[in-house]
């Protein structure tokens, strides 16, 4: 640190008195060649030999002290230093880079001492090491001097196997196997130029001509040669057409030429001739992952390391492709496999901090990015992977140090050019949108227009500056301005991608996002046009793709294309494309759901319904209240009997004033769930009816309807919808219901009565609270139990085992008091808690075969956001929507626990409704509209009535309860006797019924 200030001080004091001209800004100082850099260097280093002082050197170096691509070029021309067997001559150049890194000139000096060091260390190891001598041969026999080298080139040894051969060819000109050997060699210590020499003499003389056009292939295909390199793999194949590893090598070319289908069949070619031939397995896994196909991607990896189990590129290669499908434990497992194999794998770290990000574990991911970077410091790809885990974690700062340490490493490495933007983007003013358009600006002048990967880079670097102009329109004093900046920043991203192979994806991707901008802006015609192109295109590429699952992984990213359909025809004021717009959103999310429980791609859901079977659900006392949310705007249809759908819709005004606002609205809903009632939850939900517009929705109900049918979409199935159409925020009272879609309200009309409450013959199934007694729970599972006949599941016994078993019975009402999740990111990871630790996953319980169970109860439910903004970009699948499809026909589900006693007093007081035959929806509202009522007179008296009861039977529910009244007493002399104490929404609008509409 003392030597870092002083050196800052001695360099102060140079641009003071030595230098009075401004330092020029490193953008503004033009780069040189290659060959420029080069003997600049070379100048700087002789002159230093001879003895330069500083004052000469920084004359020399001028402005190229402060150019970046000076370093750039040191650092690329280091690594190639690095890479040689140390020379002779390397360490003078290595003891005169240390002396160019005492000039102490800033990133320069440091670059050059740096590999100066490296290289010195080099060059003494390799003076320190005695080389083995190579046993001579006491003969001139030319035979005995080849099978010599064959020994040192399989030990390795490559230098000795050369000068063998050459000793060899020395004696007998004629020995073609000798120039193949000799080729090998310089081959593999990266002189393909002579090793093409050596491979031609061997051809000439005929002397396994198969092996010297395979090895001649190779070097080829090093040198980028791919055209002769697949002629030779071709003559290979002539000369033996069982050479199964030429089939390998062709398929390499293939690949590198992108003739993907002939490359996936020369390496199934080789598979077939050697099955145990794991290249061909690996060559032929790469392809297919990079075609989509990750699940035929998997089984190649798979098959390769069943036949070569320490190869950890396998474990590397099969790891990538689990993450790729999303199986991010198991993608871990092999990442640490592959680093058992080799602990310096810097490829592994990276990966595994790629899928530790995955998992929102962003910590672990900067911990193996930091050891990606010490065992390869100039590695791009770590620092733009660290600073993006930074960036999550809100490091803004940290993570743009990063992307320019890429950047500095790398000056054309796009993706850290594209990831600084979005940092920049969330930043603090000075830095914002403005300032990240302005580095995607900058990032776009970097790129070389002949890289392979150019038009992915030009067409990201676009479609983020139009993603950024996109979300801030609707907070500038001129949205339209920003809106069209967008569009023409889309509309470049597309010229940029068009015809480009391998990025039709992206070109939809971008495409949907104009569409939404076109939408923003009432460009109607704009939109249509475009969705009718997405939408083919969209066919195009699913057809292409062909693997099922790669199929549904896209259908899935598109959907968003549906849903902009749907925003255009609720927009119209023909009520028969209004109908269409129902019916498109139902068909998209039972299409959703559809895909979701099979794990399969599907073009349609049979039966689609038509508005006249949604209108089914429909009575002169019942509405539905259906949402749609897309990419662009938030519509609510409001249903009526005999009536052509209402819509309300965002984009019916510009700007959009309710979609920014929902989802900060939402993002803080994520970040800080109710957890207690500290009185903010009411101004919250007041917020929620404002953006939801709910005011205007009661409006357009008829004063004859007394039940809601409320159909959310996507994140709004977290929300207590139905406390905004409560009191205090609706002056109207009505019965609510939930339904994941229309199909599933017509689905259990049909197939579920409504059932009998007080049948004796179908018990209440209870479980108590897996991990041991808990006092609300224990009164709860008490008071329910004198209401009907009962079998319960005590703590100890509630096992996974014995819980599934109990399930098989038939219940009229199961009711689990344990802990459960709703996972916002991960639907099949939402568990119930079991004894010791067991969990019921989701999917676990939909595997199981369960008898119809009228009423499913999870009052202990809280949905986990355990990612940074989860989204659901397609449809929410939570407990209510599992329950119903193992035939439940009501499920009684919370949005969050409360661990307190009106949590006991509502489900009592909603299950002593049932028992009175009060149909589920009208009792839930009755039980909570008595809750936010309820005063502490009346509490007591409850209190009392219920301790009575339990005296006897029950001592620890009898004292639970005496001292909930005591409290009640206490709270009563200081509030009042008429206070009621569970009016906040925290107490009651979590718990709510998903089901059947009676």
Request: proline letters at 8%.
């Given at each position: 640190m003392l030597k870092s200030t002083w050196r800052w001080l001695r360099e102060l004091a140079t641009e003071l008195l030595g230098n009075p001209t401004s330092v020029p800004h490193p953008t503004e100082i033009p780069p040189l060649t290659n060959e420029g850099y080069e003997s600049l260097l070379r100048e700087l280093l002789t002159g230093l030999a001879n003895g330069w002082g500083r004052e000469r050197a920084l004359n020399v170096l001028g402005v190229r002290r402060y150019d970046p691509w000076f370093v750039s070029w040191l650092q690329r021309h280091g690594r190639q230093l690095l890479r040689q067997s140390p020379l002779p001559s390397d360490r003078a150049t290595a003891e005169q880079m240390i002396a160019l890194g005492r000039l102490e000139v800033g990133e320069l000096s440091a670059t050059a001492r740096g590999y100066g060091e490296r290289l010195l260390a080099a060059c003494e190891a390799a003076a320190n090491t005695t080389p083995q001598p190579v046993r001579v041969v006491e003969s001139d026999d030319p035979l005995a001097l080849f099978e010599q080298a064959n020994e040192q080139y399989q030990a390795g040894k490559l230098d000795g196997a050369l000068a063998l051969w050459e000793q060899t060819l020395a004696l007998q000109p004629d020995f073609g196997a000798a120039y193949n050997g000799c080729?090998?060699?310089?081959?593999?210590?990266?002189?393909?130029?002579?090793?093409?020499?050596?491979?031609?003499?061997?051809?000439?003389?005929?002397?396994?001509?198969?092996?010297?056009?395979?090895?001649?292939?190779?070097?080829?295909?090093?040198?980028?040669?791919?055209?002769?390199?697949?002629?030779?793999?071709?003559?290979?194949?002539?000369r033996q057409p069982n050479f199964h590893p030429a089939y390998h090598g062709r398929g390499l070319v293939w690949h590198r030429l992108g003739r993907y289908r002939e490359a996936i069949a020369d390496f199934s070619q080789a598979a077939d001739l050697e099955p145990t031939y794991h290249f061909a397995y690996n060559g032929r896994g790469i392809v297919q992952a990079e075609l989509g196909n990750h699940s035929e991607a998997l089984a190649d990896f798979s098959l390769a390391l069943r036949y070569q189990p320490n190869v950890a590129d396998l474990y590397l290669n099969r790891g990538n492709t689990l993450r790729a499908l999303g199986r991010y434990q198991e993608a871990l497992t092999d990442f640490n496999q592959c680093l058992l194999v080799e602990p310096s794998f810097y490829h592994a770290y990276y990966s595994r901090g790629n899928t530790q990000a995955d998992l929102g574990e962003y910590e672990l991911a900067i911990a193996d990015y930091k050891e990606a970077l010490a065992q390869q410091p100039n590695y791009p790809a770590a620092y733009n992977g660290r600073g993006t885990a930074l960036r999550y974690l809100g490091r803004y700062n940290d993570a743009i140090a990063d992307y320019n340490a890429a950047i500095y490493t790398k000056d054309d490495f796009w993706q850290a050019w594209a990831n600084r933007g979005w940092a920049i983007f969330q930043s603090p003013p000075p830095l914002g949108a403005d300032a990240a358009i302005q580095n995607w600006e900058e990032g776009l002048g970097k790129l070389d227009p002949d890289a392979p990967d150019y038009a992915e880079a030009c067409g990201t670097m676009h479609y983020y500056k139009g993603q950024a102009a996109e979300q801030v329109a609707s907070d500038r004093d001129n949205p339209r301005q920003y809106y069209e900046q967008a569009i023409r920043s889309y509309q470049s991203a597309l010229d940029a991608l068009q015809d480009s192979p391998g990025l039709e994806e992206r070109y939809l991707e971008v495409m949907q996002h104009l569409i939404a901008a076109y939408t923003q802006i009432g460009s109607d015609l704009n939109t249509k046009n475009l969705l009718n192109i997405a939408t083919l295109l969209l066919k195009q590429i699913l057809l292409k793709a062909g693997d099922p699952a790669r199929q549904l992984a896209i259908a899935q990213k598109f959907i968003g294309l549906q849903q902009l359909r749907v925003d255009q025809l609720a927009k119209s004021v023909d009520a028969r494309q209004r109908r269409q717009a129902v019916e498109v959103a139902e068909e998209g999310k039972n299409l959703c759901l559809r895909w979701w429980r099979d794990r399969r791609y599907s073009e349609a859901t049979a039966p689609t319904l038509d508005y006249a079977q949604i209108q089914k659900l429909l009575t002169a006392n019942t509405s539905v209240i259906y949402w749609h949310i897309s990419p662009a705007a938030i519509t609510t249809f409001v249903l009526q009997a005999d009536q052509p759908p209402q819509s309300l819709s965002s984009t019916r005004h510009f700007p959009d004033p309710r979609l920014r606002r929902w989802q900060a609205w939402l993002e803080q809903w994520q970040s800080e769930p109710p957890q207690a009632p500290d009185g903010d939850l009411a101004p919250r939900l007041q917020a929620l009816a404002e953006i939801l517009?709910?005011?205007?929705?009661?409006?357009?109900?008829?004063?004859?309807?007394?039940?809601?049918?409320?159909?959310?979409?996507?994140?709004?199935?977290?929300?207590?919808?139905?406390?905004?159409?409560?009191?205090?925020?609706?002056?109207?009272?009505?019965?609510?219901?939930?339904?994941?879609?229309?199909?599933?309200?017509?689905?259990?009309?049909?197939?579920?009565?409504?059932?009998?409450?007080?049948?004796?013959?179908?018990?209440?199934?209870?479980?108590?609270?897996?991990?041991?007694?808990?006092?609300?729970?224990?009164?709860?599972?008490?008071?329910?139990?004198?209401l009907f006949p009962h079998r319960q599941i005590n703590s100890e016994d509630a096992s996974q085992e014995k819980l599934l078993q109990a399930l098989k019975t038939p219940a009229n009402i199961f009711h689990f008091s344990g802990e459960c999740q709703q996972h916002a990111s991960e639907p099949e990871r939402s568990a119930w808690q079991l004894a010791n630790g067991e969990q019921l996953t989701l999917t676990d319980f939909l595997a199981q075969d369960i008898p119809n169970v009228s009423l499913l109860c999870l009052p202990n439910c809280q949905l986990v956001t355990d990612r940074p903004k989860s989204s659901v970009p397609l449809e929410f699948v939570g407990w209510p929507t599992a329950c119903l499809w193992k035939n439940a026909t009501y499920a009684l589900v919370s949005g969050w626990p409360v661990r307190d006693l009106a949590a006991t007093l509502l489900t009592i007081q909603f299950y002593r409704l049932l028992k009175q035959a009060v149909p589920p929806a009208n009792a839930l509202a009755q039980a909570q509209q008595w809750l936010r009522q309820v005063t502490y007179r009346e509490l007591i008296g409850f209190c009392d009535e219920l301790a009575s009861d339990f005296r006897d039977r029950a001592p620890q529910c009898h004292h639970t309860l005496i001292v909930a009244r005591d409290r009640a007493v206490d709270a009563a002399e200081v509030e009042g006797s008429t206070h009621s104490p569970y009016a906040d929404p925290f107490y009651w609008a979590g718990l709510a019924l998903w089901g059947k509409v009676d």
């Open positions: 080729g090998a060699a310089l081959y593999y210590l990266g002189r393909c130029d002579e090793a093409i020499a050596q491979f031609e003499r061997a051809i000439e003389l005929q002397a396994e001509v198969h092996l010297a056009h395979f090895n001649r292939g190779h070097a080829y295909l090093a040198l980028g040669e791919l055209d002769a390199a697949l002629d030779d793999f071709s003559l290979a194949m002539e517009d709910s005011r205007e929705i009661l409006s357009r109900i008829p004063a004859t309807v007394e039940q809601l049918i409320l159909i959310p979409h996507r994140e709004l199935h977290w929300l207590p919808l139905h406390a905004l159409f409560s009191p205090p925020l609706s002056e109207r009272e009505f019965r609510i219901a939930y339904l994941p879609s229309a199909r599933f309200g017509l689905d259990l009309d049909i197939s579920l009565p409504a059932p009998a409450y007080t049948q004796p013959q179908q018990p209440l199934l209870s479980v108590a609270h897996p991990d041991g007694y808990t006092p609300h729970n224990a009164v709860t599972l008490a008071a329910i139990a004198r």
